[in-house]
T-cell receptor
Framework: DAGVIQSPRHEVTEMGQEVTLRCKPI?????LFWYRQTMMRGLELLIY????????DSGMPEDRFSAKMPNASFSTLKIQPSEPRDSAVYFC?????????????FGPGTRLTVT | GENVEQHPSTLSVQEGDSAVIKCTYS??????FPWYKQELGKRPQLIID?????GEKKDQRIAVTLNKTAKHFSLHITETQPEDSAVYFC????????????FGSGTRLQVQP
């Protein structure tokens, strides 16, 4: 398996523009997580899905952020409109069911810069 | 919700010395405690984990200890090498409930050759 795949790897956009980050989890993993990493706030959970259903979105900073998982092999995180304070590295991670292997596998991340 | 505190934030050791990183957690229901290593510009990767029915776990030069009563767990790296230089994150979660990890703030370990 290729592991968790994220695209794009780097994104530079201007304030006010819409940004869409993409993630393909490891095949067979039932859980998908979106994290944001900044120097100031560290690694923060934004939202996670189980079997394509959002379970906990309490970490989503505000209504400008939205996430979807239309099927088991694809998820998106959208920011509209983007702001400079959204600049961060966004990681997607996936894992198997409870009771099985529990490790979360991280993707390579998307480095977002909003100018 | 869960809160995980990690210290120190930075740690510098000489090659061959041991390094210890400590974390405390707040939710007594947490029962899964992984440690991730993140090299500069790379993704976090699991290096070792421990579950609440175990007090200690070792994997070559790395060991983790857990004290559920005190709600703290520690990462021990012996015979450190320059390639151990990275940021280390502890985390906690409930395996059968809310499965999201709550991460500590990270420790930047620098191993001086």
């Amino acid at each position: 398996d290729a592991g968790v795949i994220q695209s794009p790897r780097h994104e530079v956009t201007e304030m006010g523009q819409e940004v869409t980050l993409r993630c393909k989890p490891i095949s067979g993993h039932d859980y998908l997580f979106w994290y944001r990493q900044t120097m100031m706030r560290g690694l923060e959970l934004l939202i996670y899905f189980n079997n394509n259903v959002p379970i906990d979105d309490s970490g989503m900073p505000e209504d400008r952020f939205s996430a979807k998982m239309p099927n088991a092999s694809f998820s998106t995180l959208k920011i509209q409109p983007s702001e400079p304070r959204d600049s961060a590295v966004y990681f997607c991670a996936s894992s198997l069911n409870p009771g099985q292997e529990n490790e979360q596998y991280f993707g390579p991340g998307t480095r977002l810069t909003v100018t | 919700g869960e809160n995980v505190e990690q210290h120190p934030s930075t740690l510098s050791v000489q090659e061959g010395d041991s390094a210890v990183i400590k974390c405390t957690y707040s939710d007594s229901a947490s029962n899964y405690f992984p440690w991730y290593k993140q090299e500069l510009g790379k993704r976090p990767q699991l290096i070792i984990d421990i579950r609440s029915n175990v007090g200690e776990k070792k994997d070559q030069r790395i060991a983790v200890t857990l004290n559920k009563t005190a709600k703290h767990f520690s990462l021990h790296i012996t015979e450190t090498q320059p390639e151990d230089s990275a940021v280390y994150f502890c985390a906690a979660s409930i395996e059968t409930g809310r499965r999201a990890l709550t991460f500590g703030s990270g420790t930047r370990l620098q191993v001086q050759p």
